[in-house]
């Protein structure tokens, strides 16, 4: 059963996802392309670093982004970062994974905070992709936009959260239409919070 | 203010149309994909271990300008370490875990520190020659050997 309280599908069909993904290491991107590629994805862009993965979202409208951290020039988190924030950015809802050789507590925090989807630690699994990839398509978090933060809600909706709730005022709860715009009346406000947070450098300057 | 936004799930809409796979089909293909790789996989660590021998023996014959050179060195063991595992060496992630965290832990290197890398090199080069994990005692102590000055960095640096 899904976090949404739907069932699951019993099967997915991939082919018409668009999947952009960035790795500095050619091995890694040829082992990337050849995994999703089994999944049933087709339609797979994949580039070296975090300033071609930005140019291209530009253009490519990914569905999904999976990014590595360690690259130059701009990192993965870079990436996120302007995918999230970036004023020219054509779908800072993407859902992102950040697929990295790094699993410190500190760095999965830290791309939790960048707005990252999901955060999975290399080497990967044939299972364990896959299954990161299908909860993303069965679970679509909402996004939070506060002024420190925009992206996935950070809260595990199955998790019980210990602690005071450092939350000010309740969030505004709004439904976004099916083309992910947020209503008008709210809509500035959105781009606001979501912009106005001091993020790396627009995606069209890189 | 807080705005929370909830978003239609366009990605189930996608994904639920004919001509899918299972889950268990989609890994098992996933999985085979994977396998094939293998053999290429062998020839991309014995290169990757060779760029790392040779980064650590220009790191020793010239320790005042290693930085840079630290640096590429850490970033090859960075990617051995996230692919190993995938493709049967969890010995060399192991191994290519605690050359980074050393490196990160590192400071300004002294001598002694970039004998130390180059002894987490040669272990990764063992492990690649062998071809998976070397058997005997030897192995054994060379892993307790890396794991106890893994412990000795994180104790000097205050990390968990």
Same mark, same amino acid.
């Given at each position: 059963?899904?976090?949404?309280?739907?069932?699951?599908?019993?099967?997915?069909?991939?082919?018409?996802?668009?999947?952009?993904?960035?790795?500095?290491?050619?091995?890694?991107?040829?082992?990337?392309?050849?995994?999703?590629?089994?999944?049933?994805?087709?339609?797979?862009?994949?580039?070296?670093?975090?300033?071609?993965?930005?140019?291209?979202?530009?253009?490519?409208?990914?569905?999904?982004?999976?990014?590595?951290?360690?690259?130059?020039?701009?990192?993965?988190?870079?990436?996120?970062?302007?995918?999230?924030?970036?004023?020219?950015?054509?779908?800072?809802?993407?859902?992102?994974?950040?697929?990295?050789?790094?699993?410190?507590?500190?760095?999965?925090?830290?791309?939790?905070?960048?707005?990252?989807?999901?955060?999975?630690?290399?080497?990967?699994?044939?299972?364990?992709?896959?299954?990161?990839?299908?909860?993303?398509?069965?679970?679509?978090?909402?996004?939070?936009?506060?002024?420190?933060?925009?992206?996935?809600?950070?809260?595990?909706?199955?998790?019980?959260?210990?602690?005071?709730?450092?939350?000010?005022?309740?969030?505004?709860?709004?439904?976004?239409?099916?083309?992910?715009?947020?209503?008008?009346?709210?809509?500035?406000?959105?781009?606001?919070?979501?912009?106005?947070?001091?993020?790396?450098?627009?995606?069209?300057?890189? | 203010?807080?705005?929370?936004?909830?978003?239609?799930?366009?990605?189930?809409?996608?994904?639920?149309?004919?001509?899918?796979?299972?889950?268990?089909?989609?890994?098992?293909?996933?999985?085979?994909?994977?396998?094939?790789? @293998? &053999?290429?996989?062998?020839?991309?660590?014995?290169? !990757?271990?060779? *760029? /790392?021998?040779?980064?650590?023996?220009?790191?020793?014959?010239?320790?005042?300008?290693?930085?840079?050179?630290?640096?590429?060195?850490?970033?090859?063991?960075?990617?051995?370490?996230?692919?190993?595992?995938?493709?049967?060496?969890?010995?060399?992630?192991?191994?290519?875990?605690?050359?980074?965290?050393?490196?990160?832990?590192?400071?300004?290197?002294?001598? @002694? &520190?970039?004998?130390?890398?180059?002894?987490?090199? !040669?272990?990764? *080069? /063992?492990?690649?020659?062998?071809?998976?994990?070397?058997?005997?005692?030897?192995?054994?102590?060379?892993?307790?050997?890396?794991?106890?000055?893994?412990?000795?960095?994180?104790?000097?640096?205050?990390?968990?």
């Amino acid at each position: 059963m899904a976090a949404s309280g739907k069932k699951m599908l019993e099967k997915y069909n991939l082919q018409s996802f668009k999947v952009l993904v960035a790795d500095d290491d050619q091995n890694m991107r040829s082992i990337l392309r050849s995994t999703l590629e089994a999944y049933g994805f087709t339609d797979i862009v994949t580039v070296s670093n975090g300033a071609q993965a930005c140019k291209e979202f530009l253009i490519y409208r990914a569905d999904l982004v999976i990014t590595d951290w360690l690259m130059s020039p701009l990192n993965g988190l870079d990436v996120v970062r302007a995918i999230r924030t970036a004023p020219d950015s054509p779908d800072p809802y993407v859902p992102i994974i950040m697929l990295t050789g790094y699993s410190d507590l500190a760095r999965i925090i830290e791309a939790r905070d960048a707005g990252v989807t999901s955060f999975l630690a290399k080497p990967i699994t044939a299972g364990l992709l896959f299954a990161r990839i299908i909860e993303i398509v069965e679970n679509r978090r909402p996004f939070v936009a506060i002024e420190a933060f925009f992206g996935p809600d950070r809260r595990r909706r199955d998790a019980r959260f210990k602690g005071d709730d450092r939350r000010h005022s309740a969030p505004q709860y709004l439904d976004c239409g099916a083309d992910q715009v947020p209503p008008p009346a709210i809509a500035g406000e959105v781009e606001n919070l979501r912009t106005g947070g001091g993020a790396a450098a627009a995606l069209g300057a890189l | 203010m807080s705005l929370l936004l909830n978003l239609p799930n366009v990605l189930r809409e996608k994904a639920d149309q004919p001509g899918g796979l299972r889950p268990e089909e989609a890994i098992e293909r996933a999985r085979v994909a994977l396998v094939d790789f @293998r &053999d290429t996989y062998k020839e991309w660590v014995a290169a !990757d271990v060779k *760029r /790392l021998k040779a980064e650590s023996e220009r790191i020793l014959a010239a320790p005042e300008r290693s930085q840079a050179r630290v640096e590429r060195l850490y970033r090859i063991a960075h990617e051995m370490r996230g692919q190993a595992t995938t493709f049967g060496l969890p010995l060399l992630t192991e191994i290519g875990n605690y050359l980074c965290r050393f490196v990160e832990k590192m400071g300004v290197p002294r001598d @002694r &520190d970039l004998e130390i890398l180059d002894l987490h090199v !040669d272990a990764m *080069r /063992l492990v690649v020659a062998e071809g998976g994990a070397p058997d005997g005692p030897a192995t054994s102590d060379m892993m307790t050997g890396l794991r106890a000055i893994a412990e000795s960095k994180d104790r000097s640096t205050g990390a968990a």
